[in-house]
């Protein structure tokens, strides 16, 4: 069983940035490639980016090519993921996830933090 727990959440101004961050707990002996998604209220959870196992393949979403940029290193075990040129519309709870291979759907992961509130003002 693969814990994930997600910090760096918080409240930032219109244009800002934050980084988030994933942590996996438990059997941590298999690397998984890992996504992020985001659920803003009365929404659905929607893709955000994924990066494979390695590190040497990501992918994004449209609405935040260009702004967030997810990166790991697999020495420390961390998933990070960086926000910058925020924008009211990226408010929302995410969610960082495992699985096998990077997906854009949701359901292809086993393994899901308990999310961190992202906040932007405008």
């Known amino acids: 069983q693969v814990q994930l727990v997600e910090s760096g959440g918080g409240l930032v101004q219109a244009g800002g940035s934050l980084r988030l961050s994933c942590v996996p707990s438990?059997?941590?002996?298999?690397?998984?490639?890992v996504g992020w998604f985001r659920q803003a209220p009365g929404k659905e959870r929607e893709f955000v980016t994924y990066?494979?196992?390695?590190?040497?393949?990501?992918f994004y979403a449209d609405s935040v090519k260009g702004r967030f940029t997810v990166s790991r290193d697999n020495a420390k075990k961390m998933v990070y993921l960086q926000m910058n040129s925020l924008k009211p519309e990226d408010t929302a709870v995410y969610y960082c996830?495992?699985?096998?291979?990077?997906?854009?759907?949701?359901?292809?992961?086993?393994?899901w933090g308990q999310g961190t509130q992202v906040t932007v003002s405008s």
């Open positions: 438990g059997r941590t002996g298999i690397i998984y490639a």
């Open positions: 996830a495992a699985a096998p291979s990077g997906e854009v759907t949701s359901t292809l992961y086993r393994y």
């Open positions: 990066i494979n196992r390695s590190g040497d393949s990501t």
